[in-house]
């Protein structure tokens, strides 16, 4: 799919992308022909080995960390500056920190409720309030937010993920409806085990087999599969699924 997919011209954002799935959207939105801003926090220099080995461009590294409200404006004006308009928006940044209920202090279960939510929900709102905005000046544009299987089958762990990413989800579902009238459309895929760095500890650890038994295929999704859904749902091939919440988990949980 992705030879086929065409983003010549377009800006894009993607929040996170110094590995993992944010690195593979970076690839492919490259490789279609896009602009794009790999977005960072802390990891600099696996950010800029990211956008060296993008094709085409131009591309820019940007660092924020998308929990400070203040910083979302400025990063999506500093993207339009520099790359000449802004196009596309993907919200993959998050985190996730176990916060057991039965094992943590209430100063630790607030401490990662507040990082959680502010890095995986409000974050991620502020960044497409001011892309929204600047996208309907420049006549539209789309939205792909990276949620999780999580918001659906649960989080023990990790109750906040959870939480934070059916936020996301229902947050997509709404501007969807309110920005469709300006040409800007908002979609979200919700993954479930992807084979990333942070994944390492579970998948190759002694749960490791039984994570992969989750789906029939015997194993957890790449990077790049991922990506592949992001693409095509950005690619304005799909505007009229906007709204739409695409589970990429390989049949481990099923939704009615």
């Not at 500056?81 to 202090?105: C, H, M, Q, T, W």
């Not at 502020?126 to 989080?155: D, H, K, P, Q, W």
């Amino acid at each position: 799919m992705s030879e086929k997919l065409e983003f010549g011209g377009r800006v894009a954002l993607v929040t996170g992308a110094s590995r993992g799935i944010g690195k593979a959207v970076a690839v492919l939105l490259a490789r279609g022909g896009a602009r794009v801003a790999v977005h960072y926090r802390a990891r600099k220099a696996e950010a800029e080995d990211v956008a060296k080995g993008l094709k085409g461009g131009p591309h820019r590294v940007v660092q924020s960390d998308v929990a400070d409200a203040s910083a979302a404006r400025s990063l999506v004006d500093q993207v339009a500056r520099d790359l000449g308009g802004f196009d596309i928006l993907v919200n993959n940044a998050g985190i996730f920190e176990a916060a057991p209920i039965a094992k943590v202090s209430y100063g630790e279960w607030r401490q990662r409720w507040d990082r959680t939510i502010a890095v995986n929900l409000t974050g991620p709102a502020n960044l497409m309030y001011c892309a929204a905005r600047r996208m309907m000046e420049t006549g539209g544009g789309r939205i792909v937010n990276v949620g999780s299987r999580g918001a659906f089958r649960g989080e023990p762990d990790s109750p906040a993920y959870g939480a934070s990413k059916a936020g996301l989800h229902s947050l997509g579902q709404s501007l969807a409806q309110a920005l469709a009238p300006h040409k800007i459309y908002v979609m979200t895929v919700a993954p479930g085990w992807v084979e990333t760095d942070m994944a390492q500890e579970h998948l190759h650890g002694p749960a490791g087999d039984a994570i992969r038994a989750e789906s029939p295929m015997g194993r957890v999704a790449t990077p790049e599969e991922v990506a592949e859904v992001v693409g095509f749902l950005a690619s304005g091939r799909a505007d009229f699924a906007t709204g739409c919440l695409v589970d990429v988990n390989g049949a481990s949980y099923l939704r009615t």
